[in-house]
């Protein structure tokens, strides 16, 4: 079997590697071919008069295999130039149509906006840095800015804390598996639905009705009064907000330092316990640098997601009752009120505040071999 | 001396030591019992809301699905119309009086029993007593009705169509870049890979709104196709990254000596590359599909003009804003949505959590 394989492939190697106008032309058409069937999907997909299954089917298999079909049919187009073309060409057909979907969709917006934010609410008066001034001015953009600062700070230091935690527990129970599946599982879930979730907990009724929310039966059955959560005591009602980002990122957290703590040597432990150290001197004084890289990445990616966070105040209080963050304010400034300038200039902001991360990832990639 | 005093030190610190032990155990359980307990109970809030009719979600906590003790009415007295409730009501049959007032606040008698209205214009009084009580009054009939005509079952296709392409596009074009980035020489390398490294945190909402401009120039806003592709940029950087971490580590030899043999690279990326990727292609998979099946905002910015093509996310905060109070519906609603992450989440957990532990900086 191996041997034929080898033969075969051996055989192949003259006619891969000679230019042929046949194959050239071939490889043409069926790129040329795919193209055409591809627009014509497009077209169909575009009209939208067909039942929804059968668009759905049709759409299936027009994205996926347009793609697969693509790549196959531009590259036999190379590998039909011959062997000295074929190796200058072919690494950009393989790098070429992510390079050009991270510049369309990302590099290029992201200049875009940055022009846009320089001009005023109908995009056609130049008004510099203005948007910038009232961005850090306005009223709401301020609220924004002081509530986005409480879920970078609680939420990041919750999850990480909380994270750790857990992970130090699981690590020396036996329930290790099932426990860790469970704080996990909230990942699974997107944030509109575990924001009706934690709606659900924290709904209100007034005194004496019965309370359907469990944070107000809890607070009623101690003989206390029920409490709006969301809506009153601004801007603490943050916190309530925050608290469904914790149950959903600790998870996460704990995941990666429980992989991180198993990482760290047992002989060092042993060592240190042979010392006479205490478990939580261990902890603070061994584990803790150990896997301080780690501690730095899970801090990082769960204070990205906090500065981007939407999705949760939108479904949940839609960023009344003093629990605008920015992004709810880009959205709401750019499409309910169609201030464009201000809108762009918010989007940069949020751009801004993630750039010093940006510069340490490539730090970090300048130092790794082969790049 | 010393020889004859040692074990009788010994054998109480091995004691103790072993008592040291159980009760760190009991602590480290039962804190992550505690914290398990605290974590599960939202979802099955939520789980059991559900399932209950729409007048016992609004009168009563889920939690009382589950046995508790509570007054339950056993007997009832009737005064008579007429009676008067300006003055004590005299109950010789269980030798109390009472008050309206008293009755209207529920009176409890010394025995435990308890007196209330059950109709206090047709003066009935109901006599409840303390029992356990399991609530067992369970429907499907919310999930009918947030399947039908709110919508959802409709969404769920929507959603499944939006995320599959989503998911398998960027994998294939990332899994054909990263090759390049690991086994390719040519100019220009380094400049690109830093750039999928830069943009590996670019939060989405700078790009949102040239490519919403661009979408309408080019007649496809509110289409799946501009979501595919939405969601395959911002989807690539991560990808790129992640599979560029895995097939970089592959071996070179198993490379050079299908070369040899003639094998082109488009070969040896299908043929080698691709098979030998799978447990990173998977666990890449199943990040994007539940970052899509998840993803609220890429929705509501560019499929919000199309009211054909709701996905699920969307529908459901439609629901939550305009039927806030709708709680049968909304839990329903809230679980139809989780039914498939948690599906995948629950079968493909390694491979998730590997896919996180390569990737924790995604943007």
């Known amino acids: 079997m191996q041997r034929t394989t080898e033969v075969e492939s051996r055989s192949r190697t003259p006619a891969a590697g000679a230019p042929s106008l046949g194959r050239f032309l071939t490889a043409l058409l069926g790129l040329i071919a795919t193209l ?93 840095l203005a948007n910038y001034a009232a961005v850090f001015t306005d009223r709401l953009m301020r609220q924004a800015f002081r509530n986005n600062l409480l879920w970078l700070l609680i939420g990041t230091s919750a999850c990480v804390v909380l994270g750790l935690l857990i992970a130090v527990l699981a690590d020396r129970s036996k329930f290790e ?32 009705e019965p309370q359907i929310g469990l944070l107000n039966a809890i607070v009623t059955a101690l003989g206390g009064e029920p409490v709006a959560w969301l809506t009153s005591n601004q801007p603490w009602n943050n916190l309530w907000l925050i608290l469904v980002v914790i149950w959903m990122y600790t998870g996460f957290g704990m995941v990666v330092f429980s992989a991180a703590l198993k990482g760290v040597p047992d002989d060092i432990l042993e060592a240190a316990r042979v010392d006479g150290a205490t478990e939580i001197q261990i902890f603070f004084q061994i584990i803790i640098p150990y896997i301080m890289g780690t501690i730095i990445t899970v801090a990082t990616t769960v204070a990205i997601f906090t500065l981007k966070i939407f999705d949760v105040v939108m479904v949940m209080t839609g960023g009344q009752y003093g629990t605008e963050v920015v992004a709810t304010q880009f959205y709401r400034q750019f499409f309910s009120s169609r201030n464009f300038g201000y809108g762009a200039a918010i989007a940069i902001v949020l751009f801004i505040a993630v750039l010093p991360v940006m510069f340490y990832n490539l730090r970090q990639l300048r130092k790794q071999e082969g790049f | 001396m010393a020889t004859l005093a040692q074990p009788s030190v010994a054998r109480p610190r091995a004691a103790s030591a072993r008592r040291q032990r159980l009760i760190n155990g009991l ?84 025995d435990g029993r308890k007196l209330v209205w059950d109709n206090r214009r047709q003066r009935l009084i109901g006599v409840q007593e303390r029992q356990l009580v399991v609530g067992s009054n369970f429907t499907l009939a919310n999930y009918r009705e947030v399947l ?33 980035f690991a086994w390719m020489r040519y100019p220009g390398r380094r400049l690109l890979f830093a750039m999928v490294v830069a943009l590996l945190v670019v939060p989405l909402q700078v790009a949102l709104i040239p490519i919403l401009r661009a979408y309408t120039a080019l007649n496809i806003n509110g289409t799946y196709l501009a979501m595919w592709l939405a969601h395959t940029g911002f989807g690539l950087p991560l990808a790129t990254y992640l ?23 488009f070969t040896i990326f299908t043929r080698l590359i691709l098979p030998l990727s799978v447990p990173a292609l998977a666990s890449f998979a199943i990040f994007q599909f539940l970052w899509v099946w998840n993803d609220y905002l890429v929705a509501l910015i560019f499929l919000g003009g199309n009211p054909y093509a709701r996905v699920l996310t969307m529908r459901l905060a439609d629901l939550a804003g305009s039927r806030g109070q709708d709680w049968h519906l909304l839990t329903a609603g809230a679980f139809i949505s989780m039914i498939v992450p948690l599906i995948v989440f629950f079968s493909l957990q390694r491979y998730f959590v590997r896919g996180l532990l390569a990737g924790s900086v995604k943007g």
């Open chain 1, 36 to 128: 055409a069937v591809l627009w014509l999907g497009f077209v169909f997909l575009r009209s939208g008069s067909a039942p929804q299954l059968v668009v759905a089917l049709v759409a299936l298999a027009w994205g996926v295999g347009g793609v697969a079909l693509l790549f196959t049919t531009a590259n036999m187009l190379v590998e039909s130039l011959g062997i000295t073309w074929q190796r200058r060409i072919q690494p950009y057909v393989f790098v070429g149509p992510a390079a050009l979907l991270l510049a369309a969709f990302l590099t290029i917006p992201a200049l875009l906006t940055f022009y846009q934010s320089l001009f005023g609410a109908r995009s056609n008066e130049f008004v510099g």
């Open chain 1, 177 to 208: 598996t099932i426990a860790k599946s469970i704080i996990f599982m909230p990942m699974a879930i997107s944030f509109v639905g575990a924001g009706i979730i934690f709606k659900f907990i924290y709904a209100y009724a007034p005194p004496g």
């Open chain 2, 27 to 110: 602590l480290v359980n039962g804190s992550l019992a505690l914290l398990c307990v605290l974590w599960l109970i939202p979802t099955i809030g939520l789980l059991v809301s559900s399932f209950r009719p729409r007048d016992d979600i609004l009168a009563s906590g889920w939690w009382t699905v589950l046995p508790h003790r509570t007054y339950v009415t056993v007997d009832q007295i009737d005064l008579g119309r007429g009676t008067p409730l300006d003055q004590p009501i005299q109950l010789p049959q269980l030798g109390a009086t009472v008050t309206d007032e008293q009755l209207r606040a529920g009176y409890v008698l010394p």
């Open chain 2, 148 to 180: 039908g005509s709110a919508g959802m079952g409709q969404a769920f296709i929507t959603t499944l169509v939006v995320a599959i392409p989503s998911t398998v596009i960027p994998i294939l074009i990332a899994a054909f870049a990263a090759h390049s």
């Open chain 2, 243 to 265: 599979l560029y971490n895995y097939i970089s580590q592959l071996p070179r030899d198993i490379m050079e000596s299908a070369y040899i043999d003639g094998a082109s690279n």
